[in-house]
């Protein structure tokens, strides 16, 4: 049977239109429950003071490093790998097994990454449960995501920029650095800021490499360990008793907002990026 | 004097033979057209005297192009030098996406030649004088290219190529995007430019081939069929493949 092309519009809108909605209602109503419990909790004091006084001043100190940490680790290897992928390497057997491990490597558990990490940069090259274990660990995790993005992005960059700066007496080099990462920068940020939001709220990687149950000081350097936002959300929630729900929520929202305020800076690049980018 | 000469040029792609013995000289201060149907092998040799080429996969040659007295597929020749040498603009305009400005001091500023500003200003004006695009473009210097109109974008590509000062100048198709007035200002731009530059241009055009050029090549299943003035190819074409091709009888 045929149905009429207005018809079958109107109904593929519908339906369209349906599935969104259903999409996006739990991340709202998630939003609504935290901002909503949250916001209450949310005061300087909560904020800035240590875990004894009732805060998670360590907690966020401890997530924000971590994070930041690995975008620097993760960020530039990442992109100079993306190059290379997709800028140099000949289409040989070899680029492709390669291409097909790091498609691969993005469907391991988190968990798996965080054995990993105890095992390679904790016990084996001797780093302890710290800062820079979490880091490498969480950068490991992330690397095919923006390698991904990265490569996407660059691919995208029209092959007749390339010819144009080539035919003009550029080496290689000179048309990566100056046509077609300063265009692919926007599509390789939009990877970071999702990248960002991902290892911000991952417990699992930093469980055995960085993150502490309890510390009463600060971090001194990034071979200490530390409290995070997301394992102490895990821990108040379900190893401690009697922990007012208020606590819970403004812990969430705090992480919350730290995201966004990383992510918020990656944004404003990519502004910067797309504002010299006039196409 | 003779700028380019290919001797026994061969170029394979993968297996594909796609140009065979290809032996001509190309004279200076001159246009030379190239004609042939689709897939004869006029852009690979148009894109083989700048070697372009190489940056396809699979690409190998055999033979020499010499440019300039210098064998280009010699291991020893800096392909860059070669191509700020040998400019070219392509078959779609192609600016950067960057300001008018930037477009033609790209060459100037990424290589080092130039790096006082008056004296890159000097040139991006004289660049953009010379393609007859300084009149209308000089107080929007700063604005994106992408949003001239097509012909201004060619135009802006050619001046492009010659801010870098090159002795070649090779055109693939590069009318092809364009409307009938557009290509005949573009026409009279070459036409005024052979006088400094040495011209290589592919055109599907033969009408255009006619009009504007001094000596054409035209080309089949990768040989080399003819090569003359373009009054011997249009009048007397020796060739039996020549006379069909300009007839119409096929391509």
Redesign the interface.
Known sequence: MKINPKLSQQLSYCILFLVTICAITPVVFIFFLIIKNGVPNLTIKFLTSMTKDGGIFPAIIGTFTIVVCSIIIVFPVGVFAAIYLNEYA??NLLTRLIKLAIVNLAGIPSVVYGLFGLSIFVMFCKLGVSIISGALTLSIMELPVIITTARNALNNV?Y????????????RW?TVK??VLP?AMPGILTGTILSIARISGETAPILFTAAAFYVPHLPHSIFDQVMTLPYHLYITSTQVPCVSKTILFGTALTLLIIVLTISLFAIIARLYFRR???? | MSQIIAKNFNLYYNNFHALKDINVTINEHMITAMIGPSGCGKSSFLRAINRINDTIEGVTTTGQINVLGQDIYNKKVNINALRRNVGMVFQRPNPFPISIYENVAFGLRVNRILTKKNMIDIIVEKSLRDVLLWKDLKDKLKKSALNLTLEQQQRLCIARVLAVEPHIILLDESCSSLDPVAVQRIEELMLKLKDQYTIVMVTHNMQQAARISHDTIFMLSGNLVEFNTTKNIFSKPIKRETQDYISGKYG
């Open positions: 000949k289409r029209p007749s920029f390339r010819e144009a700066s080539l035919a003009l007496g550029m080496s000179q100056y046509i265009n010299h980018r006039k196409w």
